[in-house]
């Protein structure tokens, strides 16, 4: 069983940054792929980005490419999203989510899930 806590989420401004965490309960992660997920207010859960824990390529939905940056910290256990120049549009309960089948854009792909962090971006 993995679990996973995020955290970081908060209100901004348009135009700011925050850093999401998602600290993870397992040790070994070297084959999974992570990724961070979001659901708007009335809309489905989307693909935000992803990543092989043990590196390699990373994945963006269009939409935050060139803003948001996954990453994460082996000595930590935790995987990071950090969003800039945020827009409104961003606003979401963020979720990372654990994988072993890969597709790293298919929510239906990952096992485990956090419990959602709030993002709010004001305008």
């Known amino acids: 069983q993995v679990q996973l806590v995020e955290s970081g989420g908060g209100l901004v401004q348009a135009g700011g940054s925050l850093r999401l965490s998602c600290a993870a309960s397992r040790r070994s992660f070297s084959s999974y792929v992570l990724g961070w997920f979001r659901r708007a207010p009335g809309k489905e859960r989307e693909f935000v980005a992803a990543m092989r824990w043990s590196g390699g390529t990373q994945y963006y939905a269009d939409s935050v490419k060139g803003r948001f940056t996954i990453s994460r910290d082996y000595a930590k256990n935790t995987v990071y999203l950090q969003m800039n120049s945020l827009k409104p549009e961003d606003t979401a309960v963020y979720y990372c989510?654990?994988?072993?089948?890969?597709?790293?854009?298919?929510?239906?792909?990952?096992?485990?899930w956090g419990q959602g962090t709030q993002v709010t971006v004001s305008s």
């Open positions: 989510a654990a994988g072993l089948r890969g597709g790293p854009t298919n929510q239906y792909e990952y096992d485990y």
